[in-house]
């Protein structure tokens, strides 16, 4: 199945600036995913990135605060813009394995704003 | 949104001993799978049930399905501390697409 790799691991950064996490894929997938992990939560679905396409953003969750690329196959970036406190999550992309490899994620990126 | 709910929320054992979690869903499902996450890691796939299925073992794992009550089950027989962690029932979205996730079970083993 693939295998993702996901960057920054981690980052601490100040309030009102802007972070962007990179999820790089070892095979091409059609739909890659972005979630957010409030602490001690489950994972809240945020957007699910197309190639060529807009995003599509769930409830709660809009562009211009969670803008997404996706620019290729295999790549996608989530950038969270204006940062405040509240969005101290883990950030964690995924893309379907197949069948019944389930969906690969990628290790996550445990942000701390403050 | 979350699809479901998981319970107990967080389980206790002793090594060796066998742990069982629930789950259960809202909608109709074409399968559902378990994630393990280790430590506020990425997700680990487990295992896939399908709709049709009522029961699927996979090593120490077996994991049921009762599509009636809308609710599954996974069990793990002799934990591990290596067991340590979360559990994560998932189904698709709407769309059939994306993965809703439960509200997990936290699982810890001791030895």
């Known amino acids: 199945s693939a295998v993702i790799s996901q960057k920054p691991s981690r980052d601490i950064c100040q309030r009102g600036t802007s972070l962007t996490i990179q999820c790089q894929v070892d095979?091409?997938?059609?739909?890659m995913f972005w979630y957010r992990q409030q602490p001690g939560q489950s994972l809240t679905l945020i957007a699910t990135?197309?190639?060529?396409?807009?995003?599509?953003?769930e409830s709660g969750f809009v562009i211009d605060k969670f803008p997404i690329s996706r620019p290729n196959l295999t790549f996608s970036t989530l950038t969270v813009s204006n940062m405040s406190p509240e969005d101290s999550s883990i950030y964690l992309c995924?893309?379907?394995?197949?069948?019944?490899?389930?969906?690969?994620f990628g290790s996550g990126t445990r942000l701390t704003v403050v | 949104s979350q699809q479901g709910e998981e319970d107990p929320q967080a389980l206790s054992i002793q090594e060796g001993e066998n742990a069982t979690m629930n789950c259960s869903y809202k909608?109709?499902?074409?399968?559902l799978q378990w994630y393990r996450q280790n430590s506020g890691r990425g997700l680990v796939h487990l295992i896939l049930?399908?709709?049709?299925?009522r029961e699927k073992h996979s090593g120490r794992l077996r994991v049921t399905l009762d599509t009636s009550k809308k609710s599954s089950s996974l069990l793990i027989t002799a934990s591990r501390a290596a067991d340590t962690a979360s559990y994560f029932c998932?189904?698709?979205?709407?769309?059939?697409?994306?993965?809703?996730f439960g509200k997990g079970t936290t699982l810890s083993v001791s030895s």
């Open positions: 049930i399908r709709s049709n299925e």
């Open positions: 990135a197309n190639q060529g396409s807009e995003a599509t953003y």
């Open positions: 995924s893309a379907n394995g197949g069948s019944e490899r389930g969906y690969t």
């Open positions: 095979s091409q997938v059609t739909m």
């Open positions: 998932a189904t698709a979205n709407q769309a059939g697409t994306a993965l809703i």
């Open positions: 909608t109709s499902i074409n399968n």
